[in-house]
């Protein structure tokens, strides 16, 4: 058998896997599948067990060990696939026909374009498979750094017996940590299916210029509070294309976003100390405390102020997008006699996140629900009010025609800017010099 380039025989590496995760040194397949949150059960354990053998043999192949994201995406698309049901005809005509009610009541309220392309229909797994390449773009930093972090410790904390054997086995370790992270982050991914609606429902733009649908739980959403069904559907339909709108006229807006949290997110470093410490006095019997520790965040290092001003500055966006997608909606659904009950629904839904969007958001150190759209929603309808539609959705024009964060607590700054160009030709006159036209 062939040494990788660590100097390790990958049969030696399987038996100290074995090993390692035997009962007598502390842990066991079943404590691992615990920690990466997988339910106890044979065939659950026999896909975690293949799925990490598959990482460490990448390792064994020359690879340079890192995350292995087909192990996150495996994960993913085998909890999406439990309970899973596919789209019925019933929920397609439902969905088709609140989409064209939508989109001419749509035109009625904002000057945003319409779509082009038909909306989307998935299944929990597609929904998955459509995501999981943002969701790798956003989190390859810190995903990247916390391998590292993980594969360090665990070296540090051998048992004696094992050191020389281990002595360069760094990618091997490497790719053990980043399948302990790939399976807790596939986790996230894969009960995060289960709730979804649709493409807009995490607040990032997964879907590029078109409306996406999950219409299972979207049709569990409505019956589960009891909503009138079609003005539910209908409701929820605009405020997808609201935002598929919004993200395929102003195309700077999805890179903007992403570079943004990308930024951000190659800013964030581990708290070493926090994980020697932890693997010093964990109980390994006690699998709980290493995935608490994940989705606590408590690996995470305390930001910096730079990264606190990043931050904010997402949040700021991410609200201004998710504020304007709310007042839209509003102006459009006005038809509808339970649209209040429905939009409050779906704002209390939004502000308090399922424990999947948590535990994504703790693993990679953001935060999905910005928490000022309630300011932001309050600013694009003193905007409406002031200056018309026209006025407001050409702010969305250019990055530098946003909102500060400084008008979104203070609309009159707003309000101010806006009267200073006056007519719509003086603002397009502006934009040309900020475009250097």
């Known amino acids: ?37 997988i339910p106890n059960d044979p065939k659950a354990l026999e896909q975690m067990l293949k799925n990490f053998s598959a990482a460490m043999s990448a390792s064994a192949e020359g690879s340079n060990g890192g995350v292995n994201w087909k192990l996150a995406l495996d994960q993913a698309k085998s909890l999406a696939a439990s309970g899973s049901k596919s789209i019925t005809d019933a929920e397609r005509r439902s969905i088709t026909d609140a989409v064209s009610i939508g989109t001419l009541w749509l035109d009625a309220v904002t000057t945003v374009g319409s779509l082009t392309t038909e909306p989307k229909l998935l299944t929990r797994e597609l929904w998955v498979a459509d995501s999981i390449s943002l ?84 049709t569990a959403f409505i019956q589960e509070l009891e909503l009138a069904e079609d003005q539910a559907t209908i409701f929820l339909a605009i405020r997808e294309m609201a935002f598929a709108r919004l ?45 608490a520790a994940l989705e606590s965040g408590a690996l995470i290092a305390k930001r910096t102020e730079e990264q606190e001003r990043a931050l904010a500055s997402i949040e700021t966006l991410l609200a201004l997008i998710e504020g304007w997608v709310e007042v839209v909606t509003e102006e459009a659904t006005k038809l509808l006699p339970t649209a209040s009950a429905i939009s409050e629904a779906v704002r209390r839904r939004r502000a308090a996140g399922g424990p999947a969007e948590l535990t994504f958001g703790t693993l990679v150190g953001l935060e999905l629900r910005p928490r000022r759209i309630r300011e932001a929603a309050a600013l694009w309808r003193e905007v409406t009010n002031a200056v018309g539609t026209q006025k407001r959705d050409d702010l969305w024009n250019h990055p530098d025609l946003l909102p500060t964060s400084e008008e979104v607590d203070s609309p009159g700054l707003l309000l101010a800017r806006i009267n200073l160009f006056g007519s719509g030709d003086a603002m397009d006159e502006a934009l040309k010099k900020w475009l250097g036209e």
């Open 1 to 37: 058998m062939n040494e990788n380039q660590d100097g390790m025989n990958p049969e030696d590496f399987s038996e100290f896997l074995r090993e390692f995760l035997s009962k007598q040194n502390g842990i066991d397949a079943e404590a691992l599948a615990k920690a990466a949150g």
């Open 135 to 218: 969701f790798q773009e956003l989190s390859q930093p810190v995903a990247e750094r916390m391998a590292t972090a993980l594969s360090q410790t665990m070296q540090q904390n051998l048992p004696e017996e094992l050191d020389g054997m281990m002595a360069g086995a760094g990618a091997f370790m490497k790719a053990a940590g980043g399948a302990m992270f790939a399976m807790q982050l596939g986790q996230a991914l894969g009960k995060l299916s289960q709730n979804v609606m649709s493409g807009s429902d995490v607040g990032l733009p997964i879907f590029q210029e078109r409306a996406a649908f999950v219409p299972q739980n979207l």
């Open 247 to 291: 993200f395929k006229n102003s195309r700077w807006l999805r890179d903007s976003v992403v570079a943004q949290i990308s930024t951000y997110a190659s800013e964030i470093s581990i708290d070493t100390e926090n994980l020697r410490e932890l693997a010093e006095g964990a109980d390994l019997n006690d699998p709980e405390q290493l995935r």
